[in-house]
């Protein structure tokens, strides 16, 4: 990398993805000064202590201020009041970005409210953990990831400038529209954390079978679940809330399925049952081709716990 | 350890549970000598060549003869047929045990077909991963794991012989009645592996988000899913049809939350989703403290692939 993409970068909110931003464009030099802002004094005292960035403000509108690039990193929810108090005091010229796990909401929610002459270029990094909040954020996180970008008709230069950035934190740089990107994480990601969560609750409310029990005995499998499902409760219910239409089609077809599935156990129609178990191995070695994962037997936590 | 638990230890099947169960005897010295055999020619060859087991036997008859514990390692569906082969051959006192993911249909298929004077102690290793076959065993596979026994009324003296075994190759040990098992499992293994087979099959099926993509941008989720749904299809049909009642009943729970969660969403009801997303977070907490798995961020896998 040769010196800072950006001048001044301004992060709004400080959890997990903006913190590992902050350390990855610190690592890497991608920024001459990093500036950041969360709601609470909670988060900002930690932020402080542990120079999360080189200054935290009292407010978001301070925090924007003469900045080249700021980031919208607060749950879907909550990104179009946010802009809504930034907006004023935005510089020309300057590039607005969002981490959002959705895209047309946040589109629909933020450009209203932003002045002629800043840019806007929704993105969305494809990575994450189950930890939140500002101690969470680690360097390495965006490594070797996708980051989305929905440049959304926003000025070339600006696009560009911003998947250098996100390139230089060790992310791959994809495009895609707004209406796409959502379905297709509405299949990769949101419908897949719903359906955790579920199990998750089922577990919970069933009497026969205590807590400690599923607890104790909880295999791959459902142990995979509840990491899923002890993810951020705010993060998620807003992105089910703002990406209703396509997680509701995925549903959909989902319980179309399940409902085949659950007809063949009743009338013990194994070949229907093996048939479809072995159409979905062929995707699984897609993504160890990809190197979206790797082959090692439950991703070599053989290591870690056993 | 002072020595071995049993003097002669033959294995029928030999993939992923009696090929770790060969590695960890041997690490260990559990058994003078280990015998297997496996249908195939194929996996007999492999396991010779790798010197898996002590002497791989042509038939399943010959490895059981003059051996004190005979360990069934096929899928569920299987169990009865390789019962009925080995049964004319078993020595008196022996035990007979089994490593199946489903208790109630192995004991209504095996038990019937076991001699006088053959102990039975039904058992399931809380303990895998998603490949399978003669090269994919390992030692460690059940350190820190759960086996459950099914005494079912077995004699004693065999009960915790068998339990001895379990616990000099790692493992913890405990015992519960047939039902109880097969519920416990249907929520902590079966029914989750059904849903996450069933989302990867809605992923493949989607034509406008073709598989390049799902595979491409497969994040947290859906790619725990997918590993999930690599298991080996026998395997799991034979589990589906062999725990029908109690996957069904699971399953029925399950599709009843995921109504109520999916009402939540069309209707936007985020308070109901915040609870819920609120109250799975607790059993994620108990098995981080239980020690079933750890709290690195997404299972530590920054180390691996990030
Ligand atoms: N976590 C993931 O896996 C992941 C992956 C990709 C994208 N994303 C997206 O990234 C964004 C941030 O997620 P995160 O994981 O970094 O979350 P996080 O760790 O929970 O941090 C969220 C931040 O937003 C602030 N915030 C919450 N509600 C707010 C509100 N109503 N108004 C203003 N600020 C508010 C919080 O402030 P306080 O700390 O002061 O409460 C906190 O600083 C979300 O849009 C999410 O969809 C997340
Ligand atoms: N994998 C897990 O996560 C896990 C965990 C706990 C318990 N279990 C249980 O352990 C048992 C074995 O599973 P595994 O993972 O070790 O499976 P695996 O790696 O697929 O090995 C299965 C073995 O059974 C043999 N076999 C398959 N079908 C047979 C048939 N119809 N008749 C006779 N032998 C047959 C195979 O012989 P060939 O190689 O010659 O085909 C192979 O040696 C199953 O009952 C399963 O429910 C599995």
């Not at 900002?44 to 960035?53: T, Y």
């Not at 297709?184 to 409310?205: E, K, R």
């Amino acid at each position: 990398m040769s010196g800072p993409v950006y001048d001044r970068v301004a992060l709004i909110g400080l959890g997990l993805i903006a913190g590992s931003m902050a350390h990855a464009m610190r690592e890497k030099g991608l920024a001459r000064e990093v500036v950041g802002h969360a709601r609470s004094a909670e988060t900002r005292a930690v932020a402080r202590e542990i120079g999360l960035v080189d200054r935290v403000t009292e407010c978001a509108a301070e925090a924007v201020e003469g900045a080249d690039l700021i980031v919208l990193a607060v749950p879907v929810g909550a990104m179009e009041e946010v802009a809504r108090e930034i907006a004023p005091r935005l510089k020309g010229g300057a590039t607005v970005t969002d981490v959002g796990s959705v895209k047309k909401a946040v589109i629909d929610g933020v450009a209203p409210h932003l002045p002629e002459g800043v840019h806007f270029v929704p993105a969305h990094p494809l990575a994450g953990t189950e930890h939140s909040g500002p101690r969470s954020g680690f360097a390495s996180l965006f490594r070797n990831r996708w980051c989305i970008l929905v440049p959304n008709g926003a000025d070339r230069a600006a696009v560009d400038r911003l998947a250098d950035l996100w390139r230089g934190m060790g992310a791959n740089v994809d495009e895609m529209d707004a209406d796409h990107h959502d379905l297709v994480l509405a299949v990769t990601s949101h419908t897949p954390h719903l359906i955790a969560y579920t199990m998750v609750g089922v577990a919970d409310d069933l009497r026969r079978v205590t807590d400690s029990e599923v607890i104790k005995y909880s295999a791959a499998g459902f142990r995979d679940f509840t990491r899923i499902a002890a993810s951020d409760p705010t993060m998620w219910r807003d992105v089910f809330l703002t990406n209703k239409d396509a997680t509701l089609e995925i549903l959909g077809r989902f319980t179309e399925e399940l409902f085949a599935l659950q007809r063949a156990i009743r009338t013990g129609d194994g070949d229907h049952l093996h048939a479809y178990f072995t159409r979905t191995r062929a995707i699984r070695r897609g993504i160890i081709e990809a190197g979206q994962d790797t082959e090692a037997p439950d991703f070599g936590r053989a290591g870690v716990t056993r």
